[in-house]
């Protein structure tokens, strides 16, 4: 599966890469050259947003579940994006997005006694290349010249609106740490926590894996050339391992034994339980829960600007 999804960004991405590249040849020659050969309509912006994480970690004041409901707004941080699109019809695009997010968790923000009680907490940065086909609910519509000149257009637009719905493959990496006795945050993936390399059921996980972006968008034409958006997406991921919480506690001398370089600190991250309700760190107690893979989204306010125009749906020269 994973192997399939990598052969489709890749494609996808090679795709949105060469049509790109033609149109900047055509671009180079000249702009109203470039108009002329293309029907196609491009943009290029950059965003900034909230980000959210839902998985084992944190969550809301009951027993976890893999739903929005589950969401710990306290826990919010931060997003970057950007990004290109094109227009292969009014209705119709293509977007190649590079975004960096930063996810934090903590069951100190809950008041649910086993996951308050279990007392991990996790940030990760996440870097993350998608490509995503957007499908407009409703599209901004150009305002034809008063006259109806053949190939006119005014500018401006009679709706400057656009809804629009997005789904696509996206690539990404990333690191969880944790704070440490030391009070430094140390890197979580090397450590083996939950024992990874000590079973032939439990390897060390990947830090680069793929996930399922989806969502709805709505952006606002403030000039011929800008408009302004927001969007707001869902990754559905591959993995359980973003906080590095996902099955079972390991006695410590199994840490030892999974080639940890550091078994000491990893068991102290591994279980730095509050003691509150006896046993329920014991080694074969549940840490995660391996069935629900972690999941991350983010709402982003976006600036996109328009370099290229249609000759048919788009203005042909702004």
Request: hydrophobic share 35%; aromatic share 14%.
């Amino acid at each position: 599966m994973k192997n399939k999804l990598l052969i489709l960004l890749i494609t996808l991405t090679a795709g949105f890469l060469f049509t790109t590249s033609s149109f900047a040849q055509n671009w180079g020659r000249g702009r109203k050259y470039a108009y002329k050969q293309s029907n196609l309509a491009f943009e290029f912006g950059a965003g900034v947003g909230v980000s959210n994480f839902l998985g084992e970690l944190g969550g809301a004041n009951k027993i976890g579940t893999n739903f929005a409901t589950d969401l710990d707004m306290r826990s919010s941080r931060y997003a970057f994006n950007a990004f290109g699109r094109i227009f292969y019809h009014r209705r119709f695009a293509q977007k190649l997005s590079f975004t960096y997010i930063k996810l934090y968790g903590s069951d100190a923000r809950t008041e649910e006694a086993a996951r308050n009680n279990r007392n991990l907490t996790f940030r990760s940065p996440v870097f993350e290349v998608s490509t995503q086909f957007e499908v407009y609910l409703i599209s901004e519509s150009p305002q034809r010249s008063r006259y109806r000149l053949r190939g006119s257009v005014r500018r401006g637009s009679q709706n400057p609106c656009n809804l629009y719905l997005f789904g696509g493959v996206a690539g990404f990496y990333f690191n969880p740490k944790a704070p440490g006795p030391d009070g430094r945050w140390h890197a979580l993936q090397p450590l083996h926590t939950e024992g990874q390399g000590a079973f032939p059921t439990r390897q060390p996980y990947k830090r680069f894996q793929f996930a399922i972006p989806f969502g709805l968008g709505f952006s606002v034409r403030v000039s011929p050339l800008i408009r302004i958006g927001f969007e707001a997406g869902l990754r559905k991921t591959f993995t359980d391992y973003i906080d590095d919480v996902s099955t079972t506690y390991v006695d410590p001398a199994v840490i030892a034994a999974s080639g940890s370089p550091n078994p000491a600190l990893a068991a102290a991250l591994a279980d730095p339980s509050k003691g509150n309700i006896p046993g329920a760190t014991a080694p074969g107690q549940q840490r995660g829960d391996p069935r629900d893979k972690d999941s991350y989204m983010t709402l982003m306010l976006n600036v996109h600007f328009r370099i290229g125009g249609s000759r048919t749906s788009m203005p042909k020269f702004f």
